[in-house]
C-alpha cells in the first residue's frame, strides 16, 4: 500500500513539509498553524504587510480547475511571505497540448520551484504530485477532488477558536451537500483532532457519502434536530448541476427543508456562529438575512484565509529546509 | 527429439481423475505412458526425483488482457504460474470483433507454450448496440463471446444477443453491470470511499446487471457464463438462481478473494481495478463461493505499461498484472487454510476447463496437459524478474511459496 497522505506531508521530526489533508495530523500542529496564523494577522494589519519568510523562493499556484478567489488568497499570501509567484493556469495550456501531469512537473520543478499549491479535479491529486513527481517541493493542496481543502478547513478552525470560544467540547453542523464537499471531510478530521464534542452532517440521504460515520461524523436528515443546540453552523454551497444530476428536485425544496434561515437558527445554541466557506447562494442554502445578521462570521472567515495560508506556506517551507539541511550535513559527513 | 520424463515418487493431484496419490509417472511427448507402473523402455527416459512436488493439472484462466502483440511475454508469465490455457477477453482497442483479429491472435500464439482461448465480441467494436458477426467469429475459432469489462446499455440488445449466440451454442461471458449505476465510480462504495473522497461504485451497480442476465438467461436458454462477481449479494442472486433450476457458471477475480477497498488507502492506484475491490464481508463470501466449488477463479489478468498507474486515482489505468504470481498467490490461501487444494484446483483447472469445453483428461495412452510444481519452494518475484509487460502488480516483493519446476502441454515438455 502507499504511504498515507497523513504520513506523506511530515518529516522524520513530526514538521509539515508539505501540507495535503487534516486528516491525521496531530492537535498540536493543527494548533501551531492556528497559532501561527494568528501571528500573521496582526502583521495583516500593519502598514506594510510583508514578512521575509519566504524572500528568495518561487512558488508555482497550479490551477487544474479554476478558482479566482482562492488562487487570489494564495497568490496575496505568497506576495506577503515575499515569495516570487508565478500563476499557472493549466486547464488552458500544457495538458491541454498532450503532455502528460508528471511531463508538466517535472519542467516546472527543472524551473527551480519551491512550492506548488495545487488545486485539481481529482481526488489524491496533491498527494500523487507529493509521492510521485516532485517530492522535493512543498506541495500545498488547495483542494483536489472530493478529497480536501485542508487550509479552507484550517482557517474555520481558526474562525471557530476566535469567534466561538474555541473548539474542544463544541458541538459543530455542517450543512448541505457532503457527498460532493472536499471542505466537509477536511473540516470532520480537523474537528475530531481539536476535540469537538459532536460533529454532526446534515442534509438529504442523497447528498450524504456512504458510511460517513467512520469518519467520526453523526448524519441528520432533518435540518432542525441536525442543528438543535449547536455552537457553529456551517453552511455549504449547493452546486447548480446537482439537480440534473437527480440528487435534489429544485434549489426551492432545497431551500425549504435545510436552508438556514433565522427561524431555523433559532433551533441552535443563541450565540452560536454561522459560517459558509463561500461563495455564497443567497436563498439557496442561506438567507440574506442570517448571511449579514449578527452571528455570521463569514466575512471574518475570508479575512484569515491569508494568514490561515501565509502559516502552512511557512512552514512547509520551513520542513522542506530543514530536509534538505539534514541532506547537505549528511553528505559533507560522507565526504569528510 | 522425443522427450521423455520419469517423474519418480511424485504427489499426482488429478481431481478429474479422481486421483490423489504418491507414484511415478512416466510422459514421452505429452502423452502419459505410464502410471505406478513403467512402460516398456522405461530406461529411455529421464528420470527426475520428484519427493514432495506435485503434479498438477493445466490451469485455465477464463480472463485475460492480453492484445496480439504481448502474447509472447504473458504466455511465458502463464506458464509460471502453471496455466495451459487462456482465454483472452476482447477489449475496447483490441475488440476481437472480425476473423481476421482472431487470425491474428492465433498466428501470435504459434508456438507459445500455452493455448491462447480467443473469446470475441458479443457486439461490433464492443459498442453494446450492434451483434457481432458471432457465427463467423466461432467458425474462425472463438470458443465464447464477452462484452468485456464494457456495458450493453440497453437490456433489449442484451436479450437479442444472448438470444442468437444460444443459435449457435455460444457461450457468453458477462461482467454484470448497470452503467447508470456504475456512473463515474472508480472504487467500491464505501467507507474508503467516502474518507478519499473517490466516487463509489455501489453494489447496486453489479447486481442490478446481474439480475438482468439472470433473467435473461432463463428467457433465452443462453449458455452464459458471469464473468468477475464481486460481491456478497451477487453470490446470494447467484445460488436463488441455480436453486430455481438455472445452470449457470460464475467466477471471480484472484483480487477480489485477496484484497479488500481498503487496499486503495493513500490513493494506491495498483489496486484500481474491475470489478472494484469491496470490503472484506464481500471476500469472504466470494472465497467461500470458490470453497463451496460455486465459483472458478480468474486472474482477471491486466497488464499496464509502468507510466499508466502514475497517475491521480480515477485517471490512472485500470487492472493489475496477475499471471505471474497467480499459482502461489492461490497457493497462499491454501497454505493459510482458508480454501482446501480441492477446491483451489477445481476452481482454477476443473470448472474453467467445463467452461470453456476444453478436455483435459489424465489417462493412460493419452495426452496431458500438467504441471510440476514445487508448493513449498519460496518466490519473491521483483519488477525485473517479471515475464508478463505489465509492472502493476501487487505481489512485487511479497514472499510467497508455490514454483512450477516444469510444464507438459500440447506434446511439449517446458522446463522452467
Known amino acids: ?336 | 527429439m522425443s522427450q521423455r520424463i520419469h517423474l519418480h515418487n511424485v504427489r499426482v493431484i488429478q481431481p478429474r481423475a479422481q486421483l490423489d496419490t504418491v507414484t511415478d509417472v512416466w510422459v514421452q511427448d505429452g502423452i502419459l505412458t505410464g502410471l505406478g507402473e513403467a512402460p516398456n523402455n522405461s530406461g529411455d527416459y529421464l528420470r527426475k526425483e520428484a519427493t514432495g512436488l506435485w503434479l498438477i493439472p493445466g490451469l485455465v484462466d477464463l480472463s485475460c488482457g492480453i492484445g496480439a502483440h504481448n502474447v509472447e511475454t504473458e504466455a511465458r508469465a502463464a506458464q509460471r504460474s502453471g496455466f495451459t490455457h487462456v482465454c483472452n477477453r476482447p477489449d475496447k482497442r483490441a475488440p476481437i470483433d472480425s476473423t481476421s483479429a482472431v487470425t491474428i491472435l492465433q498466428e501470435a500464439n504459434t508456438n507459445s507454450p500455452v493455448t491462447l482461448l480467443p473469446v470475441g465480441a458479443l457486439t461490433h467494436q464492443l459498442d453494446g448496440e450492434q451483434l457481432a458477426n458471432m457465427g463467423l467469429l466461432k467458425e474462425a475459432g472463438c470458443i465464447a463471446l464477452s462484452q468485456a469489462h464494457t456495458c450493453i446499455k440497453s437490456v433489449y440488445v442484451m436479450r437479442r444477443a444472448l438470444e442468437y449466440a444460444a443459435t449457435y451454442d455460444l457461450t457468453v461471458y458477462l461482467s454484470p453491470r448497470e452503467a447508470s449505476l456504475w456512473g463515474e465510480g472508480c472504487m467500491h462504495e464505501g467507507a474508503t470511499a467516502t474518507r478519499l473522497g473517490l466516487a463509489g461504485i455501489p453494489e447496486s451497480a453489479e447486481t442490478v446487471g446481474l439480475a438482468h442476465i439472470i433473467l435473461l438467461a432463463e428467457q433465452t436458454g443462453a449458455r452464459v457464463h458471469i464473468s468477475q462477481l464481486s460481491c456478497a449479494r451477487s453470490v446470494e442472486l447467484l445460488r436463488q438462481a441455480r436453486s430455481r433450476g438455472l445452470n449457470i457458471s460464475a467466477d471471480t477475480a484472484l483480487a477480489n478473494v485477496l484484497y479488500t477497498d481498503q487496499c486503495v488507502q493513500g490513493f494506491d492506484a495498483l489496486y484500481r481495478v474491475d470489478p472494484p475491490l469491496r470490503t472484506d464481508a464481500d471476500r469472504q463470501a466470494l472465497l467461500n463461493a470458490v470453497a463451496q466449488k460455486e465459483l472458478a477463479l480468474t486472474t482477471n489478468h491486466q497488464p499496464c505499461d509502468s507510466a499508466a498507474k502514475l497517475a491521480p486515482f480515477a485517471e490512472a489505468a485500470i487492472g493489475m498484472s496477475m499471471l505471474d504470481a497467480a499459482l502461489p498467490l492461490a497457493l497462499a490461501l491454501v497454505h493459510d487454510g482458508q480454501l482446501s487444494l480441492d477446491a483451489c484446483l477445481h476452481a482454477l483447472s476443473t470448472q474453467p476447463c467445463d467452461i470453456t469445453r476444453q478436455t483435459m483428461d489424465f489417462a493412460l495412452n493419452a495426452p496431458v496437459s500438467v504441471s510440476l510444481v514445487d508448493p513449498n519452494a519460496a518466490v519473491c518475484l521483483d519488477a525485473p524478474d517479471l515475464h508478463s509487460c505489465g509492472t502493476n502488480a501487487p505481489f512485487v516483493g511479497q514472499a510467497l511459496q508455490g514454483r512450477v519446476l516444469m510444464s507438459i502441454h500440447a506434446g511439449k515438455h517446458h522446463e522452467l
Not at chain 1, 50 to 75: D, H, I, M, Q, W
Not at chain 1, 119 to 129: L, P, Q, V
Not at chain 1, 152 to 166: E, N, Y
Open chain 1, 1 to 336: 500500500m502507499n504511504t498515507t497522505p497523513s504520513q506523506l506531508q511530515l518529516t522524520l521530526d513530526g514538521q509539515l513539509k508539505h501540507f495535503l489533508t487534516t486528516e491525521g495530523l496531530s492537535k498540536a500542529l493543527l494548533t501551531q498553524i492556528m497559532d501561527t496564523a494568528d501571528s500573521f494577522i496582526s502583521t495583516q494589519e500593519r502598514a506594510i504587510k510583508k514578512v521575509p519568510l519566504l524572500r528568495g523562493k518561487t512558488v508555482v499556484n497550479l490551477f487544474f480547475e479554476n478558482s479566482t478567489r482562492t488562487r487570489s488568497t494564495f497568490e496575496l499570501a505568497a506576495k506577503r511571505l515575499s515569495a516570487d509567484i508565478l500563476n499557472l493556469d493549466i486547464a488552458r495550456s500544457a495538458t491541454s497540448k498532450g503532455e502528460t501531469l508528471r511531463d508538466t512537473l517535472w519542467n516546472l520543478e527543472a524551473m527551480y520551484s519551491d512550492m506548488f499549491v495545487v488545486r485539481h479535479a481529482d481526488s489524491g491529486a496533491a498527494h500523487f504530485i507529493a509521492q510521485h513527481v516532485t517530492p522535493n517541493v512543498a506541495i500545498i493542496n488547495a483542494g483536489d477532488g472530493r478529497h480536501a481543502h485542508p487550509t479552507q478547513a484550517m482557517l474555520d478552525m481558526l474562525t471557530i477558536r476566535k469567534h466561538a470560544g474555541g473548539i474542544k467540547g463544541k458541538v459543530v453542523a455542517i450543512v448541505g451537500d457532503i457527498l460532493h464537499s472536499r471542505v466537509a471531510r477536511s473540516q470532520i478530521h480537523a474537528l475530531n483532532t481539536l476535540e469537538a464534542a459532536d460533529i454532526r452532517v446534515v442534509g438529504p440521504s442523497t447528498l450524504m457519502p456512504a458510511d460517513i460515520e467512520a469518519l467520526g461524523a453523526t448524519p441528520y436528515c432533518d435540518m432542525r434536530a441536525g442543528i438543535n443546540d449547536c455552537d457553529v453552523v456551517i453552511m455549504l454551497r449547493l452546486q447548480k448541476e446537482r439537480m440534473q444530476d437527480a440528487l435534489l428536485p429544485s434549489e426551492g425544496e432545497f431551500f425549504r427543508r435545510y436552508g438556514l434561515t433565522e427561524s431555523t437558527l433559532k433551533a441552535a445554541k443563541p450565540n452560536a456562529i454561522v459560517m459558509h466557506p463561500g461563495p455564497i447562494n443567497r436563498g439557496v442554502e442561506i438567507d440574506s438575512r442570517v448571511a449579514d445578521g449578527p452571528q455570521s462570521v463569514i466575512l471574518n472567515q475570508v479575512s484569515y484565509g491569508i494568514a490561515i495560508r501565509m502559516a502552512v506556506m511557512a512552514m512547509a517551507m520551513s520542513g522542506q529546509q530543514s530536509l534538505r539541511q539534514t541532506a547537505d550535513s549528511s553528505t559533507t559527513g560522507d565526504i569528510a
